[in-house]
């Protein structure tokens, strides 16, 4: 009786009930949905506030950077 589960692909849960393959990759494919909009939730909030994004932190540094080098041309 196992084995027929087994090569079905479902999860034995209890007597009478098993979750197929299809309702668990259904079931992680929501999981990751739900967690993909939830961190652009936060991205959102954080511009909102004017934190910004990490990549926008990275851009400006290298502006810093340019203009850093930039002044010192203008000194030599």
């Known amino acids: 009786m196992?084995?027929?589960?087994?090569?079905?692909?479902?999860?034995?849960?209890d007597p009478g009930r098993t979750v197929s393959r299809t309702e668990r990759n259904d079931e992680a494919k929501e999981k990751k949905e739900e967690e993909k909009?939830?961190?652009e939730k936060g991205r959102r909030r954080r511009k909102r506030r004017g934190?910004?994004?990490?990549?926008?932190?990275e851009k400006e540094t290298k502006e810093e950077k340019k203009e850093k080098?930039?002044?010192?041309?203008?000194?030599?």
Request: net charge positive; hydrophobic share 25%; charged share 55%.
């Open 2 to 13: 196992f084995l027929m589960f087994r090569r079905w692909g479902g999860v034995r849960l």
């Open 37 to 39: 909009e939830r961190k």
């Open 51 to 57: 934190e910004g994004d990490e990549r926008e932190g």
């Open 69 to 76: 080098k930039q002044k010192e041309k203008q000194t030599k």
